[in-house]
């Protein structure tokens, strides 16, 4: 007993308090900034390995990037990634980040349906389901749980069954041998129900986009509640957004 | 008459250097090779030439630290014998070589789809069809279950036959996480873009797959990395053994219901991942290994953070380590449960911790070592009694073995040395034509093995992946038999297979 109390000692404070104001330590590569400097646009295009960068204007679709940071080295002028974490939004056109612009990434109040605030504000239960991930983002989403990150504090849980769950959250860029299992773990979920492709794989494909073994039908057959882009997918960047969407708006 | 050519770890050979035999031949030389101890099959694989298909068999031998290659070439949709009915470890790659080519083997025990691979022989194979083994009795029932599992883990499907609460068999079923990996190998023409699928193998085991396939390219490209891009790599490589090691100590405790030490191995493990995010920019290293540079050179202030780490980390880990080990109702849940004998693990060529659990002393950093391993004595980690608690103190053992090894490393950090600030102007731009490569890299898991073969052009015509997974999930079928079926969970944690390594 006292050896228990010992360690429980040791540990100190492991949880973050306030989530939403937290930075991330180090290096990260989160929300670019694209100055207006002039740079062989085409060879910044040819550099990318998802096709996540266009031109005229120069842009990162986040929903494609990866999050490798190899454009930045290249063109340090062009492209910076700052460490700014809240990088998900409700709105696919959001998520591309135009050159010349410095704001950060928003949910867009006018795409969420009022019922998420309504039935899911203070409690949140989700069902993970996993496409063709590669366990990354599936371990980023089991330490939003963990004592550090802790977020069931907010009401907001993992749960084991989608009868129990008031959505889905996708990860993987959703294989053609999952495709089945996906839709019957969907339509198992009661009404009313969200889906959040967490991850760059789940929102476009990622580097699969153009795999023969994937089935990319269901995203397209369902409104998006929350994109949330990353490789992984940071548990702050989850948990804010998740917040985000289900607060209540006056 | 030699029929094999040897070759070294990360060692690139003209392909027609590989002797091509006879089916029958190719059998019996490698049917035979395997049942010495010291050797075990790494790969074998085949893929499509002109109108036949080449297949290619890698035997290592860890006593002379080298690996034997042989080949030969058959005729799609043939019928021959198999190598599995002489030694099972080879019952998977038979099974890939069945679904992909149509090769109808007439003594494999176990013909079935392997994965469900968007371009396999048969399209009538629907992953929804696969045919279990059954037994029909009044007194046995099945239980399935998956392909989505209740935790966030990645799918498959396990299927049970039980007799009341005791497992008396149980068959595993994946494909669910297949993505056409190796295909998009050869159809993504950019490095970075093979890099990027690299990491994208399994995301926990970043490191391992990643080096695996620089190591491949700059064999190819006949170029020599410094010390710093070893350095880096290896520890990076032993940091995603703590990490992963750590957070599945974490996993074990959270399924016996051990609260305290599933929330401190859990808490372990953040320092760390954090640190390689203040490293590379990403908690699990994506973005750090790279062929023929790196982005992120290793800095005396980043060694001295490490360094404070690991002292925390150690005392930490420590204390709730030798609280847990004392513990009886936890002792009870992982003594004697889960049991792979070393007949067991070594007929199916179990690796890595799996392999080491059961007494296989098989460990590439030793056997077939790279990097900084070529310079230290590494003594694998192993135990005997092949039940969950080995596999929970060899965890515990690699991790500290690990520290060990990070501390000495730190006392000499090679300089940053811009030996390529331009890989596309030297040595990179070219990879060697009418070639093979073979990398083994040490992951976490077990032995990670990447094969290349270039055409004319030194462009890809094949690359092959096989993750340590493809031989440990039938040890982790082996090892829930005659067990209750509470224990499946912590059995399965105990191994912590990899899916989308097995689906690729």
């Excluded at chain 1, 670019?32 to 960068?53: H, K, M, R, Y």
């Excluded at chain 2, 036959?161 to 993504?188: A, D, M, P, T, V």
């Excluded at chain 2, 440990?472 to 297979?497: G, M, Q, T, Y």
Aim: with cysteine; aromatic share 8%.
């Amino acid at each position: 007993m006292l050896d228990n109390l010992k360690i429980l000692l040791h540990q100190g404070k492991q949880y973050i308090p306030d989530v939403t104001q937290a930075e991330v330590p180090g290096v990260f590569r989160g929300r670019p900034v694209i100055t207006n400097a002039s740079v062989d646009e085409q060879a910044l295009i040819d550099l990318c390995p998802t096709g996540a960068i266009s031109a005229k204007p120069v842009c990162i679709d986040l929903g494609k990037c990866i999050f490798c940071g190899e454009c930045a080295f290249a063109y340090p002028d062009k492209i910076r990634f700052t460490k700014d974490h809240k990088i998900a939004t409700n709105d696919r056109n959001k998520l591309i980040i135009e050159e010349g612009s410095d704001s950060p990434v928003e949910l867009n109040p006018g795409l969420i349906r009022k019922e998420i605030a309504e039935y899911f504000s203070g409690s949140l239960k989700l069902r993970q389901v996993c496409a063709g991930g590669d366990n990354s983002s599936e371990l980023e989403l089991n330490a939003c749980g963990n004592v550090n990150f802790d977020m069931g504090r907010f009401g907001i849980e993992f749960v084991a069954s989608p009868r129990h769950a008031d959505g889905i959250v996708i990860t993987g860029p959703i294989t053609k041998n999952m495709a089945e299992p996906l839709q019957i773990c969907y339509d198992a979920v009661p009404d009313p129900k969200i889906i959040i492709l967490a991850g760059t794989d789940a929102i476009s494909g990622g580097i699969f986009t153009d795999s023969p073994a994937l089935d990319r039908s269901f995203p397209g057959k369902y409104q998006i509640d929350l994109y949330v882009p990353g490789n992984p997918v940071h548990p702050l960047t989850f948990i804010n957004a998740v917040l985000e969407l289900i607060r209540r708006r006056r | 008459m030699m029929n094999y050519i040897t070759i070294l770890n990360n060692q690139t050979i003209p392909l027609q250097s590989i002797p091509v035999l006879k089916y029958e031949d190719l059998m019996e030389l490698n049917t035979m090779l395997v049942k010495r101890k010291e050797f075990h099959c790494v790969n074998y694989y085949g893929y499509l030439s002109g109108n036949k298909i080449k297949l290619i068999c890698c035997i290592a031998n860890d006593a002379e630290k080298n690996i034997y290659v042989s080949a030969a070439e058959i005729e799609s949709n043939s019928s021959l014998p198999s190598f599995t009915a002489h030694h099972l470890s080879f019952h998977n790659f038979e099974r890939e070589l069945h679904e992909n080519f149509g090769i109808n083997y007439k003594d494999h025990p176990w013909l079935k789809p392997l994965r469900y691979s968007f371009n396999r022989n048969s399209r009538e194979q629907q992953i929804e069809n696969y045919p279990f083994y059954q037994i029909h009795s009044e007194e046995l029932h099945e239980v399935g279950v998956g392909p989505i599992h209740a935790g966030i883990i990645e799918p498959g499907h396990f299927r049970f036959i039980c007799n009341g609460e005791q497992i008396l068999h149980l068959e595993i079923q994946l494909g669910y996480q297949h993505r056409g990996i190796e295909s998009l190998f050869l159809n993504k023409k950019k490095l970075l873009q093979r890099t990027i699928l690299a990491e994208s193998i399994a995301g926990d085991t970043v490191a391992g797959h990643t080096t695996a396939f620089v190591n491949v390219w700059e064999s190819l490209s006949g170029f020599n990395p410094c010390d710093d891009l070893l350095f880096a790599r290896t520890l990076a490589l032993e940091m995603e053994r703590i990490a992963i090691h750590t957070g599945d100590l974490s996993a074990i405790c959270t399924d016996i219901a051990y609260q305290l030490g599933s929330s401190v191995f859990g808490r372990l493990r953040t320092p760390v991942i954090n640190f390689m995010q203040e490293w590379c920019g990403n908690r699990l290293l994506k973005g750090l290994i790279r062929a023929g540079k790196n982005n992120f050179p290793f800095t005396p202030e980043l060694a001295e953070k490490l360094t404070r780490l690991l002292n925390d980390y150690e005392t930490d880990f420590a204390e709730m380590y030798n609280e847990m080990k004392t513990l009886p109702t936890v002792l009870a849940r992982l003594e004697k449960t889960g049991i792979v004998t070393l007949e067991q693990a070594e007929s199916i060529g179990a690796v890595g911790m799996a392999g080491r659990a059961s007494g296989i002393a098989r460990d590439i950093r030793s056997s077939h070592p790279s990097a900084l391993f070529t310079r230290l004595n590494h003594e694998p980690v192993v135990k005997h009694h092949g039940d969950v608690y080995s596999r929970t103190q060899i965890r515990k053992e690699e991790i500290l073995q690990s520290i060990y090894y990070i501390r000495q490393w730190l006392q000499a950090i090679p300089k940053e040395n811009n030996q390529t600030p331009d890989p596309i102007s030297i040595g990179l731009k070219k990879q060697a034509p009418n070639s093979f490569v073979i990398s083994l890299v040490e992951g976490w898991r077990g032995e990670i093995c990447h094969c290349a073969v270039t055409d004319d052009n030194g462009e890809l015509l094949h690359y092959k992946i096989k993750d340590p997974s493809l031989h440990n999930w039938l040890a982790l079928a082996l090892s829930v038999r005659n067990n209750e079926i509470s224990d499946f969970p912590i059995c399965n944690k105990s191994f912590d297979l990899s899916y989308c390594g097995h689906d690729l």
